[in-house]
């Protein structure tokens, strides 16, 4: 303070006691509507009915899933081959709820179990679950026939998804214990049966032939859909771009 | 009713947000009234002012409490990313829910949201919940705020700069009603019930801070970052004094804590220090001239027991004490 400036400044409008407190308790009305309002924006991610992610193994239906979840990412902590992630800000409500993201690395019950719903706080991850095959987190479904090479008497050799992906996958045959990248494990199949051949649950889908003629080559991957648990291992593993198989959410097994 | 439970209701009352006024007469303690009436009297009076000037004069800092407490909150929230980054399986999970060492443990407001989302009470929720409880009933309820949030921490880092940047005239501290916060607290809980969605958690900065050091960045730090950015300029520590349902929960824990801050009116000059520094200074209230109703009093439940008060006091008229261990410290 060197010299005094007061002169400059325009005069200040003097509010009285009374006028000061209304003042603050108008602009404490707005800032609390504010908060309340940004709160509630993150209903627009939820507000279509159903379901946009696909859930950890024994997810309760969405709206109890979303109602019950602690968002404490501890099912994420436990999964072998990291499949669970936690949604962001852009999920909404869903914000730090898990989620996979199958084509990106799929579950594929290497922990032997459902770790998972064994971490799980809440219950959110339904407790009543307690082993792969009472899994139900979608239907595989064959969804670019097109493009599925069985369908076209077509083989496979190489890495299923090139040598950059990052998944993983345990192949037993390979070690019974840990997973591996799945850019490890070169394939050199006469028909790609990958979807079959790598699916964690028995009788889930099955290569069946497209014609009555046995020289027709050309085979066809069926879901079993009383036995696929959606885990989405088909979807990781299939080496068309984008994937021929994939699992759609809002299907569920009817025998449970 | 007894002076000891119309403290306390004071206490609930301010922490909603009514103001803490001046007591009624019939209020005081005999000693306090004397003490006060002895304070008043010119030569003691001249004393207080001297002392007060002197004290003034040569003011050193103290960061006594300070840097116990930002290291308990580093490592709490430490102990979360060490557990996942290197499996040690210490503390799995975030601050709204986790396992210790195995044991469950629920934030009481994440839990409080989940129940009442899902209308459901869930036993290991409610495990959580009283064991998370009772350790911060222990230490202070609303410990929790100052020695483990995270957002408290950064908040409190941006308030360092929101009042140099007031000194110099580039922001401005508008006070708010604090009642906001107690009507934020039902808007969110009846939220909770009638959506069925955890509205509070998409906005909670808590559960976004300590899920994002654990599990990588998000988005939803720019959320925040924002809110940090109206702290700055606009409203001094908005989300904790103003906002913060968490608080108030805690607060309630800490209202019938063993673990307090307490106050001595035989040493207090009033010069006022303590309240400059406090997040809540409404709970020191008994440290204006002539408020104390009684010679010993607790602070109420809205105190974090930061300790801040501790370290701006320069008489010592402000400690910690546990209740019941009164010979034991």
Redesign the interface.
């Known amino acids: 303070m060197t010299e005094p400036k007061a002169k400059k400044k325009p005069a200040k409008k003097h509010l009285s006691r009374k006028q000061k407190q209304r003042r ?2 108008l ?3 707005a ?2 509507a504010g ?2 309002g ?6 627009v991610p ?1 507000a279509k009915n159903g379901q946009t992610r696909l859930r950890p193994p024994g997810a309760l239906d969405e ?2 899933f ?9 099912c ?3 999964c072998p081959v990291n499949a669970i992630k ?1 949604a ?3 999920d ?2 869903g ?2 709820t898990p989620y996979i993201d199958a084509r990106a690395q799929a579950c594929d019950f290497s922990c032997d179990a459902t770790q998972c719903i064994l ?1 799980c ?3 959110s991850l339904s407790h009543k679950i307690n082993k792969k095959e009472e899994v139900q987190m979608g239907l595989a479904r064959l969804s670019s026939p097109t493009t599925c090479l069985a369908r076209q008497g077509q083989g496979f050799v190489g890495l299923a998804r090139g040598e950059d992906f990052p998944g993983i996958h345990r192949y037993v045959e390979v070690d019974r214990w840990n997973p591996i990248p799945i850019a490890d494990h070169p394939y050199d199949l006469e028909i790609c049966d990958l979807c079959v051949r790598e699916c964690p649950i028995k009788n889930a889908i099955s290569m069946q032939p497209l014609s009555d003629d046995p020289n027709d080559k050309r085979r066809t991957p069926v879901v079993n859909t009383d036995v696929c648990v959606g885990c989405g291992m088909c979807e990781m593993i299939c080496p068309t771009e984008p994937s021929s198989i994939t699992i759609d959410i809002a299907a569920k097994r009817e025998s449970a | 009713m007894s002076r000891a439970l119309k403290a306390y209701l004071h206490s609930l009352k301010v922490m909603l947000g009514a103001a803490p006024g001046k007591p009624a007469k019939s209020d005081y303690s005999e000693e306090a009234k004397a003490l006060h009436a002895y304070k008043k009297t010119p030569e003691v009076r001249l004393v207080r002012l001297a002392k007060i000037r002197e004290e003034l004069a040569d003011k050193k800092p103290s960061y006594k409490w300070r840097k116990w407490r930002w290291a308990s909150i580093i490592l709490i929230n430490l102990m979360f990313v060490v557990s ?1 980054k290197f499996d040690v399986q210490l503390v ?3 601050l ?4 210790l060492v195995g044991f ?1 443990m ?2 009481l407001n ?2 409080i949201q ?1 129940t009442l ?2 209308k ?1 009470i ?1 036993t ?2 409610v495990i ?1 919940m009283v064991t998370v409880a009772v350790l911060w009933w222990l230490v202070g309820g609303r410990a929790f705020c100052s020695w483990a949030c995270p957002y408290h921490l950064a908040s409190e880092w941006v308030e360092m700069l929101h009042l140099k940047l007031v000194e110099r005239g580039w922001a401005k501290d ?4 604090r ?2 916060r107690a ?2 607290y039902v ?2 809980a009846a ?1 909770a019930f009638i ?9 909670n900065p808590v ?2 801070l300590s ?1 994002a050091f ?2 990588g960045l ?3 730090l ?2 925040v970052g924002l809110l940090l950015l109206i702290e700055l300029f606009f ?1 001094r520590r ?1 989300w904790c004094r ?2 913060c349902p968490i608080g108030i929960t805690y607060s309630l824990v800490g209202s019938v804590s063993p673990t307090v801050v307490h106050y001595d009116l035989n040493e207090c000059l009033h010069e006022g220090e303590c309240r400059a520094v406090c997040l809540v200074p409404h709970v020191l209230d008994m440290t204006i001239k002539g408020r104390a109703t009684d010679v010993n009093m607790d602070i109420g439940a809205d105190c974090t027991r930061c300790g801040m008060c501790l370290e701006a006091c320069p008489t010592g008229a402000l400690t910690f004490k546990v209740k019941g261990l009164g010979g034991l410290l």
């Not at chain 2, 959506?195 to 906005?203: G, H, L, N």
Request: hydrophobic share 50%; with cysteine.
């Open positions: 603050t308790l602009l404490s009305m800032a609390g908060v309340t940004v709160g509630l924006a993150g209903y939820v709206r109890l979303l109602a019950s979840c602690i968002k404490c990412g501890q994420e902590q436990v936690l962001d800000i852009m909404g409500f914000l730090g971490a706080p809440t219950g | 996942y799995e999970g975030a709204t829910a986790s396992r469950h629920a934030d994440s839990g989940i989302a899902q459901t869930l290991n929720v959580g508008i006070p708010l009603h009642g906001m009507v934020l808007v969110f939220l959506t069925s969605f955890t509205v509070f958690e998409f906005i559960g976004i899920r654990t599990y998000t988005l939803a720019a959320w409203i908005f103003y906002v």
